[in-house]
Structures are given as C-alpha cells and as structure tokens.
C-alpha cells in the first residue's frame, strides 16, 4: 500500500496549496481529527483550526477555516474559506479581532452572537497557529 497523501487546500481567490505527506491533522466539531494514507471515503466539515500537514521535510502549520474535507483514494481535498501559513498570518490583527469578538461577546444584547463566536473561533485559532511556530 502506498503511505503517500496527496493533499489540496482550496481556498477562494487563491491557488490551491498542494502537499504530497503523510497526513493532515485538523479540528472538526467533534475534536482534533487524523487523515493518513489509506483512510477510509469521508466527507468532514471543518472548523477554524491550526491545520498540520506531515510531509517528509517535516511538518508544515496552517491556519484554516471552517471547510469541507474530502478524502478517496489517498487524494485528500481540503475546501475553506482561508488557509494562512504562520508566518503570514498578522498578529496584532488576530488579537484585536480575538478583543473585538470578547467584547461583543460581553455585551449580550443586539449582538449576532453566533457571528461573534465564529469570529473570536477564527482569531483564537489564528494566535494558536503562530504560536506553535514560536
């Protein structure tokens, strides 16, 4: 059986990232979720995440959305709104989103709290992503 993954980020407005690896570590609803070589057809939705992609020259972080990914046949399709490698992503944007969606959060009232919470989701994946490539 062959241990390689061919693995495809689709974002909109950018060019596919494409890895060759051995796997993809991402979070779903459910929790942190393993696809590698020889996984079973799935159709899984995403959620913002630091996404990891094991290849043979280590592993590359990114920064993902919530999305849809696609696995069969060891061809992997990862379809999101964003994909930001670590050393892209800005910093002091992520944190002032993160305090803007805490305080919208804290208001309560006339607030679209669910838009709030994806908000403070994405920015607090986007911190964790760049800190594990401190």
């Known amino acids: 059986m062959d241990n390689k993954l061919k693995i495809t980020i689709v974002t909109p407005g950018s060019q596919p990232l494409v890895f060759e690896g051995t796997g993809l570590i991402t979070s779903t609803t459910d929790g942190r979720i393993e696809f590698k070589s020889n996984h079973a057809p799935i159709i899984i939705s995403t959620v913002p995440a630091t996404t990891t992609i094991s290849t043979e020259n280590g592993n590359e972080i990114l920064f993902t959305s919530s999305g ?16 930001e490698k670590s050393l892209d992503i800005d910093e ?9 969606a ?4 804290e208001q309560g009232k006339d607030v679209d709290v669910e838009r709030a919470k994806r908000a403070l989701a994405r920015a607090n994946a986007r911190i964790n992503t760049i800190s594990i490539n401190d």
């Open 102 to 105: 805490e305080k919208r959060l």
């Open 68 to 83: 849809i990914v696609y696995i069969n046949n060891n061809e992997l399709k990862f379809c999101c709104d964003a994909a």
């Open 92 to 100: 002091a944007r992520a944190v002032s989103a993160k305090e803007r």
